[in-house]
């Protein structure tokens, strides 16, 4: 199980936390508007927001706050158009990130983004210096208690690429297009799915094997993740299991 794998499924812990303070609705929410506005209000015809439909579902986002900004999205209320924007950066110990944000001041935000990088060890990358280094995929956290045969056969039928174990959950990652008929084989076996996503995910990872320098690549993300704008930050780090058992995470 990798240090890099493991921290993406604590961070899925984390959520409760930003649930509670409401900071991922209100993230959850710009992403189905913005997905709608893209490509139009009906999720069966608009894969991109099928699947911030399904995420904003399994954070319990209400069904009717999703509905409204479906609408703002396609123009039947009033809304804020956002830009989508992806920054790239280098944390400290080498690590290469991508910085999805959506935003309706590029200005504001680009400066902000700038000043949480560097003010934590980091540098911005000029675009492109980064983005090869990810590749786009689907995930879907699938409850440890799935057998772990049956969830293979189920996931491989519907076109999934891999199935890890992260120790308390499963993790499979899927083709951009093959995410939902994926979630959904999984879900009709009769195995619980605790959330899917579109993410990026990086062709060769950087080991962090020291705490230091593993510390301040996770506080910079966390800051990241922590600004009302960004929607996702991806990095390529492996930080192994000894030295995220000395953290406190």
């Known amino acids: 199980m990798s240090g890099h794998s493991k921290w993406a499924t604590i961070k899925h812990k984390k959520g409760a936390a930003d649930q509670a303070r409401g900071k991922l609705f209100a993230k959850l929410i710009r992403q189905v508007e913005v997905s709608a506005r893209a ?12 699947t911030m439909f399904q995420k904003a579902r399994d954070a319990s986002v209400p069904l ?4 409204r900004a479906i609408k703002r999205g396609t123009g039947d209320l009033e809304g804020v158009i956002y830009e989508e924007i992806t920054y790239e950066a ?5 690590v290469a990130l991508l910085i999805e944000v959506l ?14 990088v560097t003010k934590r060890g980091g540098t911005m990358a000029d675009p492109g210096a980064v983005g090869w280094q990810f590749e ?3 995930t879907v956290v699938v409850d440890r208690k799935a057998d772990e045969e049956e969830l293979m056969l189920a996931a491989a039928d519907a076109g999934a690429d891999d199935i890890a174990d992260e120790g308390d959950a499963w993790r499979v990652t899927t083709g951009p297009t093959d995410l939902h008929a994926v979630r959904t084989a999984i879900e009709e076996a009769g195995m619980t799915v605790e959330s899917s996503d579109l993410t990026m995910v990086a062709q060769n990872l950087v080991p962090l094997e020291d705490k230091g320098t593993a510390k301040r690549v996770l506080d910079l993300v966390d800051a ?7 929607q996702a930050v991806h990095g390529n780090f492996d930080i192994p299991d000894d030295v995220l ?3 406190d995470v």
């Open 136 to 138: 786009r995929k689907g």
């Open 39 to 50: 490509g139009g209000g009906d999720p069966d015809m608009n894969p991109t927001l099928r």
């Open 103 to 116: 935003t309706d001041n590029r200005n504001r935000t680009g400066a902000e983004v700038r000043s949480l």
């Open 224 to 230: 990241l993740d922590d600004h009302d704008d960004v």
């Open 64 to 67: 009717d706050t999703i509905e």
């Open 245 to 247: 058992e000395q953290m």
């Open 90 to 94: 280098y944390a400290p110990g080498g």
